[in-house]
């Protein structure tokens, strides 16, 4: 066999294993995800219905959609890039937790806790987030169709030092949003989108709506 019949033949296995590789490990990373969801189902099964905690984890890119999830400590979890979608998150806590890009459409979120969570990205269309707290900070959020009735995303007047806690949501699509008796005191909202959402009893004291679209529903 010639020389460069040789390297040719080489180069083809080289090409063969570094394929066979690149299979393997992707073949490897769904199973690591199937794996987490179904590690995250069997902590659902052995709370026997009490909340789970899940603080710390790295649970990105995951795709949670659809799970009872009441209560859940999310503590400075990792989710950029999960699924929630219609997922049962009430009175779930994401304190610290980084939400980038997540899908939380559909959601049921009521009284959940979102405080200093990073929210770049997220989706919350049509999503239940009645009388949450949302002190966190991302752009493009979008809140389309959502119902915040009652959630609090404004500064604590009792609980504040020289700069305020508070929401900042630049260019956030409040869209159809119920925003009934919700607290948005403080909160940035420049370049935020307001058509048709619905503010009876809001209060807006003091927040940055430079640039905002209030073309409101009632």
Known sequence: MSLLNRELIGRRLARVASAILFIAAAAQAVAAAE????????KLAEARGKPIDL????????????LDLRGADFFSAILAGAKLAKSDLSGA??????????DFSGAVMKTAMLYAALLDGANFT????????IIGGGKRVNFRNAKLIGADLGADPANQGMVPVR???????FDGADL?????????LTGASFTGAVVTGARFDYAVLDGSNLSLGR
């Not at 806590?93 to 997540?102: C, G, H, I, K, M």
């Not at 008796?181 to 940035?188: G, K």
């Open 35 to 42: 794996r987490s969801r179904a590690q995250v189902e069997a």
């Open 55 to 66: 603080a710390n984890l790295d649970l990105s890119g995951l795709d949670l959609s659809g």
């Open 93 to 102: 806590n994401f304190t610290r937790a980084d939400l980038q890009n997540v």
């Open 126 to 133: 049509g999503a239940d987030l009645s009388d949450s707290r």
């Open 167 to 173: 929401s900042e949501l630049p260019d956030a699509n």
């Open 180 to 188: 009934t008796r919700a607290n948005l005191t403080h909160a940035v």
